[in-house]
C-alpha cells in the first residue's frame, strides 16, 4: 500500500477510491435528503438568519469574513430566503467533509482503515443536527480548516517538509479568521496529541514545543484579540437571550463527567438525540452511572497511555475537540450533537482500527458488524432528519428526552400559535414558566396569544408579569404600549414606548408606536 507523502498521492488515493468514495457520497445524499424540505426552525435559524439583517446584505456579510454569514447571504441573493436551499448547502458541505475526512485518515492509514473510519463519519447520527440545522454548519464549515490544518500536518510530520508546515499554519490563520470563536482553539492540542501520540513512542518535549508553538501563538493571540472581546458579549447573550446564569453552572467537576458521558453514549449508542440535552433531570442511577463511566475512562486512557499510544491519542483528541465544553467558566451548553461534528472524525477512526483488526481474524463477522452498523446509523439518521424537518416534528421528539425543558414548551407554544391552536399554545406556555418561574419569554408569548383572543385584561396581566420579572424584554415594553395605543390610552402607551427606545434607542415598533400616538392626537385634537 503506497504511502501518502504529497498532495499527488493523496489524488491519487482518493482516484484509486472513487467508486467507494462516490459510492458513499451517493447513499449519503439519499439519506439526508428528506432535510432538504425541512423548514427553517425557532432554535436560532428564524433570529440569526431569516431576520438576521447580513442574510440580505452580502456587501455586510462579505465584511465579516465568516464563510457562514456570506454563504447565507449568497443563498438569499440567488434563491431567497428559501429553507430547501438552504438545507441543500448544509448537505453539500456535509457531503465535501466525507472527502476530507477520508483524505486525512488516508495519510495516517491503510485504504481498509480509511473506507471504514469514513463511513462511520459520513453515516453517524450525531452529525445529524449539524448537517440538517441550518444553524448548525458553522461546526461542519470550522471542520473543513481543521481536516486541511491536520492533514498538512500530517504531511510535514512524514515528509519533514517545511512547506507543509507553513500551509498549515496558514490554514489555521483562515480557520481563526473565519471562526473568530472558541472551537478554532482546539486545533492546537489535537495537533499536540497526533504529534506525541501519533508519531512519537514517548513524551518527546522538544518535538512537541516545534510542532506546536506557531499554532499555540495563534490561538493566543485569537484567544486575546477575538474571543476575549467575545466574551463578554457571549455571557450577556447566555444570560439575556437563554436565561443562563453562568455564576450558577456546575461546578466543572461535575460537567466534564457529565460531558464525557454525554459525547460516549451520543458516540456509542446515538439515540436519545436531543437539542437540549443539558435540561434532562439525571436520576441518582445515571448520577452513578456518569461516575463510573469516567473512572473507566481514566483507567482506560492510563492503560492505553503505557499499551497502545496510538488508541490513547484517538481518545484525547476526541476530547480535544470538545474543548470549549471543558472551559472553567462556562461559555458552551453542557453538550450538544454539533459540538461532536469534529470529535466524530477521531471516534470513527478509532471503529475504523479496531474493525480492521477484528477484519484480519475474521472477515465476514467483521463485515457483517461493519454493515450491520452503517445500517442501524442509516435508518437512525433517516428518523432523526424526520424530527428535524419541521418546528412542531423537533419540539415533540425533543419533549420525549427532556420534558422538563422550559425551552421546548416554549417553542411548541409558538409552533401552536403559527397552527391557530391557542388552547394548546396557553397550555404550553403556561408549562413554560411553571418549570422556570423567570422565564419572562413566555409569559411575553402567553400575552401575545391572549390578544389574538381579545383578551385585553389577561393580555395586560401576562405582559406585565413578563415586564417585572424582566425589565430588559424590549418587545414587551412595546406590546404594552400596542395594547394601550388600541385603547386610546395615549399616554400610558405613550410612557411603555419610551421605556422601550430606552432600552433600545433602534426598536421601530417603539418609533411607530409614538408616531401614531401623535397622529392620532392631533386628528383628535388632544394636546
Not at 84 to 107: D, E, G, K, M, Q
Not at 347 to 366: D, P, R, S, Y
Not at 464 to 486: C, F, N, R
Amino acid at each position: 500500500m503506497k504511502d501518502i507523502l504529497n498532495f499527488k498521492d493523496i489524488l491519487k488515493a482518493i482516484k484509486s477510491e472513487k467508486k467507494f468514495i462516490l459510492l458513499l457520497i451517493f447513499i449519503t445524499f439519499i439519506i439526508y435528503a428528506n432535510s432538504i424540505r425541512g423548514e427553517f426552525v425557532t432554535a436560532d435559524d428564524i433570529p440569526g438568519i431569516v431576520e438576521n439583517p447580513l442574510t440580505k446584505n452580502l456587501t455586510g456579510s462579505l465584511q465579516t469574513l465568516n464563510i457562514s454569514a456570506i454563504k447565507n447571504a449568497l443563498i438569499y441573493q440567488v434563491a431567497g430566503m428559501n429553507s430547501h436551499v438552504y438545507h441543500l448547502v448544509s448537505i453539500l458541505i456535509h457531503l465535501l467533509n466525507i472527502v476530507l475526512v477520508f483524505a486525512f485518515i488516508r495519510t495516517l492509514f491503510n485504504d481498509k482503515v480509511a473506507k471504514v473510519s469514513t463511513a462511520i463519519f459520513a453515516l453517524h447520527p450525531v452529525n445529524v443536527e449539524t448537517v440538517v440545522w441550518v444553524s448548525g454548519i458553522p461546526y461542519a464549515i470550522n471542520s473543513i480548516f481543521a481536516l486541511i490544518v491536520l492533514t498538512l500536518f500530517v504531511l510535514f510530520k512524514k515528509t519533514k517538509l517545511t512547506k507543509y508546515f507553513l500551509l498549515s499554519i496558514f490554514t489555521y490563520i483562515l480557520m481563526v479568521v473565519n471562526d473568530k470563536g472558541a472551537w478554532a482553539l482546539v486545533v492546537p492540542f489535537i495537533i499536540l496529541i497526533i504529534d506525541q501520540f501519533l508519531f512519537s513512542d514517548k513524551l518527546n518535549v522538544k518535538n512537541a514545543l516545534i510542532s506546536t508553538i506557531p499554532f499555540l501563538i495563534i490561538a493566543g493571540i485569537s484567544a486575546y484579540i477575538v474571543v476575549g472581546k467575545n466574551y463578554s458579549g457571549r455571557m450577556e447573550a447566555l444570560t439575556s437571550q437563554y436565561y443562563f446564569d453562568p455564576t450558577q453552572a456546575p461546578p466543572l467537576l461535575n460537567r466534564i463527567p457529565f460531558t464525557l458521558y454525554m459525547g460516549t453514549k451520543n458516540l456509542v449508542i446515538p439515540y436519545e438525540l436531543n437539542i437540549y440535552p443539558g435540561e434532562k433531570e439525571i436520576t441518582i442511577t445515571e448520577y452513578k452511572l456518569i461516575w463510573i463511566l469516567t473512572l473507566v475512562f481514566v483507567i482506560t486512557a492510563g492503560y492505553l497511555w503505557k499499551n497502545n499510544r496510538l488508541y490513547a491519542g484517538l481518545l484525547f483528541a476526541i476530547l480535544a475537540s470538545l474543548g470549549p465544553t471543558f472551559s472553567p467558566v462556562q461559555v458552551a451548553w453542557l453538550m450538544t450533537e454539533r459540538y461532536m461534528y469534529l470529535s466524530s472524525v477521531f471516534f470513527a477512526i478509532l471503529v475504523g482500527l479496531i474493525a480492521t483488526n477484528v477484519h484480519k481474524k475474521q472477515i465476514k463477522k467483521a463485515d457483517t458488524l461493519i454493515i450491520g452498523i452503517l445500517i442501524i446509523f442509516a435508518i437512525r439518521i433517516i428518523l432523526r432528519t424526520e424530527d428535524w424537518r419541521t418546528n412542531k416534528n423537533l419540539w415533540l421528539s425533543t419533549l420525549i428526552f427532556s420534558p422538563e425543558s422550559y425551552r421546548v414548551y416554549n417553542n411548541l407554544g409558538d409552533v401552536y400559535i403559527k397552527e391557530n391552536n391557542f388552547d394548546k399554545a396557553i397550555e404550553s406556555f403556561k408549562k413554560s414558566f411553571e418549570l422556570f418561574p423567570q422565564y419572562a419569554d413566555a409569559m411575553h408569548n402567553l400575552a401575545i396569544v391572549y390578544m389574538y383572543q381579545k383578551d385585553t385584561e389577561n393580555a395586560k396581566k401576562y405582559m406585565q408579569m413578563a415586564i417585572d420579572t424582566k425589565p430588559t424584554l424590549v418587545p414587551a415594553w412595546e406590546k404594552m404600549g400596542l395594547i394601550y395605543l388600541q385603547e386610546k390610552q395615549y399616554d400610558v402607551a405613550q410612557v411603555y414606548f419610551m421605556e422601550a427606545l430606552k432600552l433600545d434607542p433602534n426598536t421601530q415598533l417603539a418609533k411607530q408606536g409614538i408616531k401614531t400616538i401623535q397622529e392620532e392626537k392631533a386628528t383628535l385634537g388632544i394636546q
